[in-house]
């Protein structure tokens, strides 16, 4: 009786049917389009941040300074390489400065890395790079500012700035160092308020071993896989070492894309 019922009115049951089968079509559609730009976003703030594990010192999230740090960085990223979700692994130190030249002084937030062990698919900002040149080596003299920093500095390529931060065991250090590049993102919080070190040269300053840093951070093909990856390196490395998802790391991206 149902059936027979459905085609009394052919008209409107193929009207029904069609305005069922675009909604979902809708649905589906936009959903896709939603999630491929949430795991955009993922990748690019991956590519900013720690990756999309970060294994650093388990203080670190909580109380950010250049005393919690990872030893032995080689060997967690040695061990991090032979999970099967992790395709690339970087040693990183991040952490605040004070920059100045002669008429000013800002403060910042560096990230120094190897150019030899990393590009444009772990640290975007190489991509960014706008006037200058990269380091050539993890031990090169100079730094690179963002652009806007580098204009409220009036440091161009060439110029010297002194920067000042603390190091592991809170003494204020200093360094000098000539502009070697300048990126531009065209986000105005990025390009006022970073740089970019050769991270061996930061370490003799900071006083670290050789291994020694603040942060591995680890890339996934698939982003779905942090959170799985993460508990088996948690397991691995024990209470020594923090793996952390990217969610964890960078809360408010999360928070935005649950809310969304």
Same mark, same amino acid.
């Given at each position: 009786? =149902? ?30 389009? &939603? ?10 703030? =991956? ?12 203080? +670190?999230?909580? %109380?950010?300074?250049?005393?919690? %740090? ?7 990223? %040695? ?16 952490? *605040? ?5 002669? /008429?000013?002084?800002? &403060? =910042? ?9 990393? #590009?444009? /698919? ?19 003299? &100079? ?8 204009? *409220? ?9 002194? +920067?000042?931060?603390?190091?592991? *065991? ?9 502009? /070697? ?40 093909? #698939?982003?779905?896989? %942090? ?6 390196? &948690? #397991? ?25």
């Amino acid at each position: 009786m =149902a059936w027979r019922n459905l085609w009394r009115h052919r008209r409107r049951t193929l009207l029904t049917l069609s305005s069922i089968a675009f909604g979902v079509m809708l649905a589906v559609l936009f959903t896709g389009m &939603g999630d491929s730009n949430w795991s955009a976003m993922i990748q690019l703030a =991956a590519r900013l941040g720690g990756g999309h594990v970060a294994l650093q010192h388990p203080e +670190y999230l909580e %109380t950010p300074t250049l005393s919690r %740090t990872v030893q032995d960085a080689d060997r967690l990223r %040695t061990e991090a390489l032979r999970d099967p979700d992790v395709t690339r692994a970087v040693i990183r130190i991040t952490g *605040n400065m004070m920059i100045a030249t002669a /008429s000013q002084n800002y &403060g =910042a937030l560096f990230i120094a890395f190897d150019p030899e062990a990393e #590009d444009e /698919s772990t640290l975007s900002l190489i991509e960014a790079l706008s006037e200058g040149e990269m380091f050539p080596s993890s031990r090169d003299g &100079g730094i690179i500012l963002g652009k806007r920093l580098a204009e *409220n500095l009036d440091a161009g390529i060439g110029r010297k700035v002194v +920067y000042t931060l603390t190091d592991k *065991n809170g003494e204020i250090v200093q360094e000098a160092a000539r502009v /070697s590049g300048i990126v531009s993102t065209g986000a105005p919080s990025v390009d006022a308020g970073l740089c970019l070190l050769p991270i061996d040269s930061l370490r003799d300053l900071l006083g670290y071993q050789s291994d020694e840093a603040i942060q591995v951070g680890l890339f996934l093909d #698939d982003h779905r896989r %942090t959170d799985a990856v993460a508990g088996r390196l &948690g #397991d691995l490395f024990g209470s020594q070492v923090s793996a952390l998802p990217w969610h964890q790391i960078q809360p408010e991206l999360s928070g935005f894309i649950t809310m969304k």
